[in-house]
Every structure is written in structure tokens, then in C-alpha cells.
């Protein structure tokens, strides 16, 4: 059979894959993609999207349990855990669905199937009716990563489960474990502890959500622990005995082990990249602990060979991911590429209180040898967040003393993932302190809360 020639092979049709295959076709590439499993990939199929409407669930049936406090009235409250999944399940389908149209909208050629590259410029494509040959000058790597397995600690899909187990769970969880608090175990703790499961977090660094700023952590802590959370900070599970529909955990802590039990277990200690069974090894490509090396520009070191997303390293986010499609589909095309910085990328974590953040801790603001000004602004100081009935949360800014540049910005509190953008915007044309207080932001908003953050870190601050 003779081979399909292409100018550009994606393989792996996540957020980095069907992102970049669509800027290639609109640059005039002619683009084939190639997917084993879903169109979306898992951000959209079994990760970003299906967990956010699953929250959202959740925060509805918080919500109704405080209809007093806002003069209504709501009684026999009470959730469908079925039908919370089959809501979650529908719009990743809705959304699955709508990856297609927009791959035929832009003329991109799908194949389903297992990709291999057996040589330079050629990908093998085995799929339910054999195997079809394609070529191309250049082949962009975007097979993402999947959840990472402690020995001992593996998933069964009864008693202990992955991020794919809890999402479409077959029972509500009784007493939960969580193993990991970044963003992964900490939503799903968040989930499952609003719904009434006696949730229990454990955390091997010294702090929860420990790739955040540390006075931001200790405030999430504090509010996990008034909804009833048990965290359990620098402790590590080092073996599941499972039997007879419990699991015994056991936990060292300070040197002791703790033995507890719990009916249900979620392992969320990071992932691995999928780099296995594509002939990476073969072509030389560098991998570093099941990551694919590449330069700012997502190139491997093999012509024509690019890897995105996840499978490239950190930060791990879907949107590092798009934005990586765009500017490798924009270097082959022979534009003007931008190349991605980490440090200017937004992380949110969609628990409850929400979580967000871009640039640099104030930690790591102090270690790289900064001269800091650090603004602070708490929700109870801002009128939106009290009509909400949100007053619990804080803005935290950092600049650079002798330049004003902004250098990070951390947030915890009610809908802080839709105001951290603010921030990144800010970062991104090198905004300085100056322009963020000459700023007119709207009242009453949220938003307010980021402007006095600012002007704090000057001893400007007007409402607090």
C-alpha cells in the first residue's frame, strides 16, 4: 500500500495535538492527526473538563445547604451520584464530539490507531482495519501522560482507584484517602469531602498544594480543615493491605507508622509521560525519566521531530500545551514563533476554595536574589465577595523593589481561577506597578481585590 503524504503528522489529538494540527491547516499545511482513544484527549475526556462539572456538582450542593444565609428555602437536599457522573460524562462527550467537527472544519485527516515512528519523517498507523503508512517532513509528539503507580500501591478499580476511577465512580466513598495534594488529589478530596465522604489527604512535602506560594497553602489548609478534612502533611503511605472491602493503610509519620482504615483509596502522585511502543529510542531521541527533552522550542534534536504537552515536560497544564501547538505549527510554517515561559504560565486548582497563581512564590522571588515589595488583600476587605457570601480569601502580589516588575501573583478564594488572567496579561507585556494602580478596575467586582493587592505592596491600600 503506498503511503499518504502529509506536510505535518500529529500524533495525539489532546490539547497540544488538535491545537496544533488546526494552526497548521490554517498556515496551509495539509495535517493528518492520529488518536488511539478519544478525540480531546484526557484533559478533555477524563481530566480538565469532566472534573470541572463534577465540582461544579458539588459546589451547587454546598451552595443549597446555605440557602438560609441568602433568605431561601431548600429542603430534603440531597445529590444523584449517577446522574452527577452521567452530566460529567455528557459534556466531555458534547465536547469530544465538537474536536471532529472542528478537525473537518479544518480539513485535518483523522486517523484512529496506534502511532509508531519507525523512521525519520514516517509514521505506522495499526487501527482496527490494519495498518496504513504516512509521511511527512515534520511530526509534532503530543501523546500527553498518564497517572503515575507506587509499587504497592497500584489501582484495582474496586478499593483503590486513578483519576479515571473517580470520575465515573460506582459508589460514593464512605472513608477516603487521598493520596497526593496537588491539584489532581486535592480536587477529587474536594469532591468527595462536599458530598459527606470522611476525607483524609496525605501529603509527603511539608505542605498541601506544595507547588504553590506557602502562605497561600497554609490559608487553603485552614478552610480544607473547617470543612472536616483530615491533611496529614510530610507523611507517606507505604503499603495498602486490602481484604474484604476495606483498605488498611499504612502511614509514616515522624517515624511511626499509623495504620488506618478506609473504604475507598485515590492514588494522585503525578504522572508519567507516554513515550513507550513510538520507536523514540531508535531515532535518538533524548528522554528523561519518561519525558521527552526538548529546546524552548519543542524541538527533540531529530529534524522534524517536535514534542508538546505533557509528554515534554512541565508544567503540566493544557494550556502550556495549546500554546506550544501554536508556535511549533507557526515554526514550521516559518513565522515569528514565541516560545513558551513557564514562569508566566497560570496553575489553577478548581478545590474549594479555588487556587491560583502565576510567576514566582515569594520564596523563590527571595532565593533567585530579588529585592521584594509583597501586596496582600483578604476577600472580607472587598463588597462582591460579601454579597457572594465569600469574604474567606486573599490576593497576594510580588514585585521586584528596584524595577516594579510583577513578578507573581497567588490567589485563594471564590472564582480566583477566572481573576488570575488579569495577572498573566499583566506578565506577559511587562507590566510594572505603576500601570496596575493607574488601572481603573470595575466596582463592584472581584477584580478590585487585585488592584489593592497592588497598591499594598506600595502602603497604598484603600479598603483594608
Not at 492514588?267 to 513515550?275: C, F, L, P, Q
Request: proline letters at 3%; a neutral charge; one cysteine or more.
Amino acid at each position: 500500500m503506498a503511503a499518504k503524504n502529509f506536510d505535518l503528522i500529529v500524533i495525539g489529538a489532546g490539547p497540544g495535538g488538535y491545537v496544533a494540527a488546526i494552526r497548521g491547516a490554517q498556515l496551509g499545511m495539509n495535517v493528518a492527526i492520529v488518536e488511539r482513544e478519544h478525540l480531546g484527549g484526557i484533559c478533555l475526556n477524563w481530566g480538565c473538563i469532566p472534573t470541572k462539572a463534577m465540582l461544579r456538582s458539588s459546589e451547587v450542593f454546598h451552595l443549597m445547604h446555605r440557602a438560609k444565609e441568602f433568605g431561601l428555602k431548600a429542603d430534603g437536599i440531597g445529590y444523584d451520584l449517577d446522574a452527577v457522573v452521567k452530566r460529567s460524562r455528557g459534556i466531555a462527550a458534547q465536547l469530544s464530539g465538537g474536536i471532529g467537527h472542528l478537525m473537518k472544519k479544518n480539513k485535518v485527516t483523522v486517523f484512529m490507531g496506534e502511532a509508531m515512528i519507525p523512521a525519520k519523517g514516517k509514521v505506522t498507523v495499526k487501527g482496527e482495519k490494519g495498518t496504513e503508512e504516512l509521511t511527512a517532513k515534520n511530526i509534532v509528539l503530543a501523546t500527553g501522560a498518564r497517572a503515575r503507580e507506587l509499587p504497592g500501591l497500584e489501582a484495582d478499580g474496586d478499593l483503590v482507584w486513578t483519576y479515571k476511577h473517580a470520575l465515573t465512580p460506582k459508589r460514593m466513598p464512605k472513608k477516603l484517602l487521598v493520596i497526593g495534594s496537588g491539584a489532581i488529589g486535592i480536587e477529587f478530596a474536594s469532591f468527595y469531602n462536599t458530598l459527606g465522604a470522611d476525607t483524609t489527604v496525605v501529603e509527603v512535602m511539608d505542605r498541601v498544594l506544595p507547588v504553590e506560594d506557602a502562605e497561600i497553602s497554609a490559608f487553603a489548609k485552614k478552610a480544607f480543615v473547617k470543612q472536616g478534612m483530615k491533611i496529614m502533611e510530610k507523611s507517606m503511605v507505604k503499603q495498602l493491605d486490602r481484604g474484604n472491602g476495606k483498605v488498611v493503610a499504612h502511614i509514616e509519620a515522624g517515624g511511626k507508622i499509623e495504620k488506618m482504615e478506609f473504604d475507598t483509596v485515590i492514588s494522585a502522585v503525578g504522572i508519567i509521560g507516554n513515550v513507550e511502543n513510538l520507536g523514540l529510542e531508535a531515532l535518538g531521541v533524548k528522554i528523561d525519566r519518561t519525558h521527552v527533552v526538548t529546546d524552548e522550542f519543542c524541538r527533540t534534536g531529530i529534524e522534524g521531530l517536535y514534542a508538546i504537552g505533557d509528554i515534554a515536560g512541565a508544567p503540566w497544564l493544557a494550556h502550556k500545551a495549546s500554546h506550544e501547538g501554536v508556535m511549533v505549527a507557526e515554526l514550521i510554517a516559518g513565522k515569528h514563533a514565541h516560545p513558551v515561559k513557564p514562569e508566566s504560565i497560570a496553575g489553577c486548582t478548581y478545590c474549594h476554595p479555588q487556587v491560583a497563581s502565576v510567576g514566582y512564590t515569594e520564596a523563590k522571588a527571595k532565593d533567585l536574589g530579588y529585592d521584594i515589595k509583597v501586596g496582600r488583600f483578604p476577600f472580607i476587605g472587598n463588597g462582591k465577595a460579601i454579597a457572594l457570601g465569600e469574604p474567606e480569601g486573599m490576593v497576594k502580589t510580588i514585585f521586584d523593589a528596584k524595577t516594579g516588575e510583577l513578578l507573581g501573583a497567588h490567589m485563594v478564594g471564590a472564582e480566583v481561577t477566572e481573576l488570575i488572567q488579569g495577572y498573566v496579561v499583566g506578565r506577559q507585556l511587562e507590566t510594572t506597578e505603576e500601570d496596575l494602580m493607574n488601572t481603573v478596575f470595575p466596582h463592584p467586582t472581584l477584580s478590585e481585590m487585585m488592584h489593592e493587592s497592588v497598591l499594598d505592596a506600595y502602603g497604598r491600600a484603600i479598603h483594608f
